[in-house]
C-alpha cells in the first residue's frame, strides 16, 4: 500500500496561508490522494482529492507534483476554527473495484492569534 | 444531512466482556469502515465492509470481528475485551470504489473504556 509522510506539527499565524505537505513517493498512476482533517473530539472530515491537477473548492487547493510523488494542502487565509489534525492518504485498492482509506499520523495544525 | 451514527459516545465495559459497538449510516452507502485512534498513532483499519455479508481485514484485525447482516448497518465485536483495546473507535461510510469521489463520512466515534 502507498505510504504517506507527513511533519508532525505545523504551525500558521491567523489570516496568513497554511501550506501543508505530504511526500507519497510509492503512490501508482490510478491511486487518489484524499485529504481529511480531524478537530478534536469530532470524527475525520473529507476536505478535498485530486488524481494528477491541481484542484479546488471552497475549503481548500490541493497541490500535487508533476511526478505524483508528493503534495500540498493550502488553507489560503486560515483562521483558529482550522486548528486540527490534517491527514494526507492515498486511496488504494483493496481488490475488484473497492478501496480503502489508510490513515496516517497526520499533521497538528496550529493556527496563532 | 448525512449521518453516519454510532450507538454510544462512551462505554466502559470489564475485561473478558463481549462488546458490541453499532454503527447505522443513513447514506446507501455500499463502503462502511470501523477505525481505532490511539495518542500517537493516528486512526488504523480494522475492518471493512463493501456489501452485506461481505468484509475485509485491516490492519489490525486480531482481537476484532465484524457483522454487517444490513447494508446501512455494521457492527464491531469484541470477543472478550482487554483492556490494550480501551480507545477511540470512528465508523465510516462511503460509496464504492467505481466512484471517482469517494468522500468518508465518519461517525463522532466510541470512546471505549475496557476496565
Known amino acids: 500500500d502507498a505510504k504517506t509522510t507527513q511533519p508532525t506539527s505545523m504551525d500558521c499565524a491567523e489570516g496568513r496561508a497554511a501550506n501543508l505537505p505530504c511526500n507519497h513517493s510509492t503512490i501508482s498512476g490510478n491511486e487518489y490522494v484524499y485529504w481529511y482533517r480531524q478537530i478534536h473530539s469530532q470524527g475525520p472530515q473529507y476536505i478535498i482529492h485530486g488524481l494528477k491537477n491541481n484542484e479546488t473548492n471552497e475549503m481548500a487547493s490541493l497541490i500535487i507534483t508533476e511526478d505524483r510523488k508528493s503534495s500540498t494542502l493550502i488553507l489560503p487565509h486560515a483562521t483558529l476554527r482550522d486548528t486540527a489534525v490534517y491527514y494526507c492518504i492515498v486511496r488504494t485498492r483493496s481488490g475488484g473495484s473497492n478501496y480503502k482509506l489508510t490513515f496516517g499520523k497526520g499533521t497538528l495544525l496550529t493556527v496563532n492569534p | 444531512d448525512v449521518k453516519v451514527t454510532q450507538s454510544s459516545r462512551y462505554l466502559v465495559k470489564r475485561t473478558g466482556e463481549k462488546v458490541f459497538l453499532e454503527c447505522v449510516q443513513d447514506?446507501?452507502?455500499?463502503?462502511m469502515f470501523w477505525y481505532r485512534q490511539d495518542p500517537g498513532l493516528g486512526l488504523r483499519l480494522i475492518y471493512f465492509s463493501y456489501d452485506v455479508k461481505m468484509k475485509e481485514k485491516g490492519d489490525i484485525p486480531e482481537g476484532y470481528s465484524v457483522s454487517r447482516e444490513k447494508k446501512e448497518r455494521f457492527s464491531l465485536i469484541l470477543e472478550s475485551a482487554s483492556t490494550n483495546q480501551t480507545s477511540m473507535y470512528l465508523c465510516?461510510?462511503?460509496?464504492?470504489?467505481?466512484?471517482?469521489?469517494?468522500?468518508?463520512?465518519f461517525g463522532q466515534g466510541t470512546r471505549l473504556t475496557v476496565v
Open positions: 465510516a461510510s462511503s460509496l464504492l470504489g467505481v466512484q471517482e469521489n469517494t468522500e468518508a463520512f
Open positions: 447514506m446507501d452507502h455500499e463502503n
